[in-house]
Nanobody
């Protein structure tokens, strides 16, 4: 089993920045991808960004966050980060950390952290 603990999030004004982090523990050898999804009220959960654990491979971003969000990971700490810049009201959502296996199937989800972009 894999356990995920998220931190970060909160309230920020439009145009501001926030950072999220997610630390994994447990059966981390089964993890091939780490990433973030989000779910806004009344909407389905959607991909934000993913990053492979292996080095030298490409990250993946939703079109809506490209150029504004940056995903990164620290394998030594089993942690994935999401730096969110130029935040918009439509980025308001609960953000979930996820880890996935070699086929991209979800292994675990974090508890979710609220990000609210509002003036």
């Amino acid at each position: 089993q894999v356990q995920l603990v998220e931190s970060g999030g909160g309230l920020v004004q439009p145009g501001g920045s926030l950072g999220l982090s997610c630390a994994a523990s447990g059966s981390i050898s089964s993890i091939y991808f780490m990433g973030w999804y989000r779910q806004a009220p009344g909407k389905q959960r959607e991909l934000v960004a993913t990053v492979p654990v292996a080095s030298g491979t490409r990250t993946n971003y939703a079109d809506s966050v490209k150029g504004r969000f940056t995903i990164s990971r620290d394998n030594a700490k089993n942690t994935v980060y999401l730096q969110m810049n130029s935040l918009k009201r439509e980025d308001t959502a609960v953000y979930y950390c996820t880890v996935r296996d070699v086929l991209g199937r979800p292994i675990a989800w974090g508890q979710g952290t609220q990000v609210t972009v509002s003036s």
